[in-house]
């Protein structure tokens, strides 16, 4: 079997033309870039609001945790449902699957960016305040700063769950790395399929990598020691 999964990754046809591993490989990650940028523009704003102000926290941050627990797959197909009639061509099955992706990214999101702006020094706050700083310049000049640790946590742990969860986006027709599974098992290619897990699961620690290279850059030395 391992000598059939090797076979199927090293094919140069398995990786050239519209259906092959290059063109999937885009495609899933665009789906998955658009999912976290759309969620991170809910999730950062309110995590900020909250982990600044204290307020909407107990509602707010259950909600998101509550959110975990919803079953992707079921929710893609009632979106697909619901949407379908109201949608035309491929946005009909697009907008459903990026829905899904971001309500499963939200959860991650928030709690890191509420988590990272909770956990600064009351004492940071409070001498920001008394070389007069007002709300806003706190919280961008010393909350935020202090917090990126763990907002970049929080990306990188919901990017991991929507590389993996994205590829369901293939049961409704769409492409991704999904694909490889949904044809391989269709047409009993295992090894397909297993070549299809490896790819979804290389993609996911490359990603991460990435993000974990683009942390040590941002997030101040000091800040990264003491993490």
Do not use: K
């Not at 999964?5 to 885009?26: C, F, H, K, M, Y």
């Not at 909600?63 to 109201?86: D, E, K, M, Q, Y």
């Not at 061509?89 to 890191?112: D, K």
């Amino acid at each position: 079997m391992i000598s059939l999964v090797g076979e199927w990754l090293t094919d140069p046809a398995n990786w050239s033309g519209a259906r092959g591993i290059w063109a999937q490989l885009v495609t899933h990650l665009q789906l998955s870039f658009l999912a976290l940028f759309l969620a991170a523009l809910i999730a950062v704003p309110l995590g900020l609001y909250i982990g600044h102000t204290g307020r909407g926290r107990v509602v707010v941050v259950n909600l998101a945790g509550g959110f975990r627990a919803v079953p992707s797959l079921g929710v893609l197909f009632i979106a697909v449902l619901l949407l379908l009639p109201r949608l035309s061509g491929e946005a009909a099955f697009v907008v459903p699957s990026v829905i899904v992706l971001v309500v499963l990214a939200i959860p991650p999101v928030l709690s890191g960016v509420y988590a990272g702006v909770q956990q600064v020094d009351p004492a940071a706050r409070d001498a920001a305040r008394g070389m007069g700083m007002t709300g806003g310049q706190v919280l961008t000049q010393v909350e935020i700063p202090c917090a990126l640790p763990l907002i970049f946590s929080g990306l990188r742990s919901a990017m991991l769950q929507i590389i993996a969860t994205a590829t369901i986006a293939a049961v409704v027709g769409l492409g991704g790395l999904g694909r490889f599974l949904i044809d391989g098992q269709a047409t009993r290619d295992y090894a397909e399929m297993a070549g299809g897990a490896l790819l979804v699961a290389g993609l996911a620690l490359t990603v991460d990598f990435v993000f974990g290279l683009a942390q040590r850059l941002v997030v101040s030395p000091g800040l990264a020691r003491a993490e």
